[in-house]
C-alpha cells in the first residue's frame, strides 16, 4: 500500500501509531503515549459490517468492512493503514496434512511457544506464499529444472514471478514422492505476516471505528479455488461480531495539507479508500481547501464504488470537480490519466497555486502512467522541456505536494 521512491522525503510504515499532530495542545497530549497495540501485540477488534460494494455483474468484488476499535485507546489519521494479521484458509490446511500425512494435532515447539501442527499451519506460518527458502529446499529434493535454474541464476524476480499465485501445496506436490516431516517443512516456511490496507474513513466522522476498502482476490490454479490469504478470510471467515487483530501503520507522508490548500487526489478502484477519507475529514473540519478527485474503474453501473457520497460532495460543494474515467463503458478505453491529460492546463493552474497531488492504487500499471502523465502535463502547460519538467515534479515531491500511496 505504500510507495516511499516515490514519495521523496518518506520513510515505511511504521508500526508505532503517528505521534504528530495538527491538533490542538489538549488532543496533542492525549495522543503522547505510545499505543500498546502494535505488529507484536495487534489488538482484538470487531467486525461491525462486512458488505459488497460492487454491483452484479461486475467482474471485480470490492467489500466495505467496517472494524470497531472498542476501548483500544487507538488512533489514527486520514492516509494512515491498518494491518490486519489474517488467518490461513482451513480448507489449505487440511490439503497440506493430509500430504504431511499427519492429522494436525501433532506438537510443534519452537523457542517460543508450543502448539499444534494445525494451529501452525493456520495461524502461524505463510502457506498461502511460499518462501524462496521452501523453494530451494524443493529445488534442492527434486531437481525440477525450471526451478533449479531460477534458484541457481540467483534471480529475485524472476523467481518471486514463477512463484507467484503457487502456494506451499503446489511446491509439495512437484513430487508427490517427496516427503517432508512438519518440522523440517515448518523451517523452510515464512511466519504470517499481516497485510495493510488503506484507511478509508475519518475519525472526525466514523468516530471508533476503521474502515478498509477491499479487493477480495480470487482465481483459479490447477483444480483447486484460490484466494489472497486476507481478503479471503475477511470476506469469506469474517461475520458481524467475529475478531480480527490489528494495527494501525501511520503514513506520515500522505497526511492532508492545511485547511486551504488545494488538493488533488488520483484514486482509480480501490485507490478511492484514502480519498473518502480526506473527503469526509474536510467535510468535517470545514476545510476551505479546493478539492479534485479522478476516479475511475470498468462500468459506472458496477463499480462506481461511493457513488453517492461521491456525488453528495459535488452537490454540497466540497468536490470542486470530479473526473470519472470508466474504461469498459465505451468502445476505447479511458483511463484517470487520460483525463488528466483532457484537463491539464487546469491541473497545472492548480499545482501553480499550491496544489498537493496524490495517487492511490495500484503499483504496476496505473502509478507509472499517472506519474508519465504528469510529467507531460507539466511539460505542455508549463513550457519546460523533458529536464526542466522533471525537475518541478522532482521539486513536488521534495516539498511533500505529491504522494503516492501504492501496492
Not at 523457542?111 to 499444534?116: D, E, G, L, M, Q
Not at 461475520?239 to 488520483?266: C, H, Q, S, W, Y
Not at 457513488?307 to 474504461?327: K, N, Q, Y
Amino acid at each position: 500500500m505504500y510507495d516511499a521512491a516515490s514519495a521523496g522525503t518518506s520513510t515505511p510504515l511504521s508500526t508505532t501509531p503517528d505521534e504528530s499532530s495538527t491538533q490542538q495542545s489538549a488532543p496533542a497530549r492525549r495522543k503522547s503515549a505510545r499505543s500498546p497495540w502494535n505488529r507484536r501485540n495487534p489488538y482484538p477488534a470487531t467486525i461491525v459490517t462486512n458488505t459488497i460494494l460492487s454491483g452484479p455483474g461486475s467482474a471485480k468484488e470490492v467489500r466495505h468492512v467496517e472494524i470497531s476499535l472498542g476501548d483500544s485507546g487507538i488512533t489514527y489519521e486520514p492516509g494512515d493503514g491498518i494491518a490486519v494479521t489474517p488467518v490461513n484458509d482451513p480448507a489449505l490446511v487440511d490439503l497440506l496434512l493430509e500430504r504431511l500425512g499427519a492429522v494436525g494435532d501433532e506438537i510443534i515447539a519452537d523457542r517460543k511457544a508450543t502448539y499444534s501442527l494445525r494451529e501452525a499451519l493456520t495461524t502461524r506460518y505463510e502457506i498461502g506464499c511460499p518462501s524462496k527458502y521452501l523453494a530451494r529446499a524443493v529445488a534442492e529434493r527434486t531437481d525440477h529444472a525450471e526451478l533449479t535454474r531460477l534458484i541457481e541464476a540467483g534471480d529475485a524476480q524472476a523467481l518471486d514471478t514463477w512463484l507467484h499465485g503457487r502456494d506451499v501445496l503446489d511446491l509439495l506436490n512437484i513430487d508427490p514422492t517427496m516427503v517432508f516431516a512438519p518440522e523440517e517443512l515448518l523451517e523452510e516456511l515464512s511466519p504470517l505476516a499481516h497485510r495493510e490496507y488503506s484507511i478509508s474513513s475519518s475519525p472526525a466522522v466514523h468516530s471508533g471505528t476503521v474502515h478498509i476498502t477491499m479487493a477480495t482476490v480470487r482465481y483459479v490454479a490447477g483444480d483447486r479455488e484460490r484466494g489472497g490469504v486476507c481478503s479471503t478470510h475477511l470476506a469469506d471467515r469474517c461475520a458481524p461480531g467475529d475478531t480480527v487483530n490489528v494495527f494501525i501503520t501511520p503514513n506520515k507522508t500522505f497526511r492532508l495539507p492545511e485547511g486551504d490548500v488545494p488538493a488533488v487526489m488520483i484514486g482509480p478502484g480501490t485507490g478511492i479508500a484514502p480519498f473518502r477519507a480526506f473527503l469526509h475529514h474536510r467535510a468535517a473540519t470545514g476545510s476551505t481547501g479546493s478539492n479534485w478527485l479522478f476516479f475511475g474503474d470498468q462500468h459506472r453501473d458496477t463499480d462506481y464504488l461511493y457513488a453517492d457520497e461521491i456525488d453528495g460532495f459535488v452537490t454540497d460543494g466540497l468536490l470542486d470537480r470530479l473526473d470519472l474515467a470508466f474504461s469498459r463503458d465505451q468502445d476505447h478505453k479511458v483511463y484517470v490519466q487520460d483525463r488528466m491529460r483532457e484537463n491539464g492546463a487546469d491541473l497545472f493552474a492548480w499545482l501553480e497555486k499550491g496544489a498537493h497531488v496524490y495517487v492511490c492504487g495500484d503499483a504496476a500499471t496505473m502509478a507509472g502512467d499517472v506519474d508519465a502523465a504528469l510529467h507531460e502535463i507539466v511539460a505542455q502547460h508549463g513550457g519546460l522541456d523533458s529536464d526542466a519538467a522533471r525537475d518541478y515534479v522532482d521539486a513536488l515531491r521534495a516539498a511533500g505536494r505529491y504522494a503516492r500511496d501504492v501496492y
